[in-house]
């Protein structure tokens, strides 16, 4: 199955769209911790800041991976490599796809990679 011109349009406008509300996210990530924060006189207050500010920064971190791995798919619908499993260079199902716009891997080359992992 050769992914439709539509069916690319779709994959390209999610993934931009998803692509610029993660951007927001991180912006306003950045813009939120350079601004001076209140001095907390109890050190269990502090403490719980600290661990908000910790969390936050995980959760970033996660996006930012995410941004990441939608401008490869994004590069990868240029190149008109979208939809192309990276392992064994067949077709990854348009269900798959919808599910995961980032995968790279058809559902039988991941289910045996994950196979593999958990064989470790």
């Known amino acids: ?35 001076p924060k209140e001095n907390f006189p109890d050190s269990t207050d502090r403490a719980s800041l600290e661990a ?3 969390f936050m920064l995980r959760i970033r971190d996660r996006e930012n991976k995410l941004i990441k791995k939608i401008r490869k798919s994004l590069d990868r619908i240029e190149n008109n490599t979208f939809g192309v499993c990276e392992k064994c260079g067949e077709d990854i ?10 995968t790279t891997h058809c559902i039988d080359c991941k289910t045996k990679e994950e196979a593999a992992e958990r064989a470790l």
Not at 22 to 30: E, K, P
Not at 93 to 102: E, G, H, I, Q, T
């Open 1 to 35: 199955m050769i992914l439709k011109e539509k069916d690319v349009e779709y994959f390209r406008e999610l993934l931009t769209k998803r692509l610029e509300g993660l951007l927001d996210h991180a912006n306003d990530t950045v813009s939120g911790m350079t601004v």
């Open 93 to 102: 199902s348009f269900a798959r796809l919808k599910a995961r716009p980032v």
């Open 52 to 54: 908000d500010l910790n």
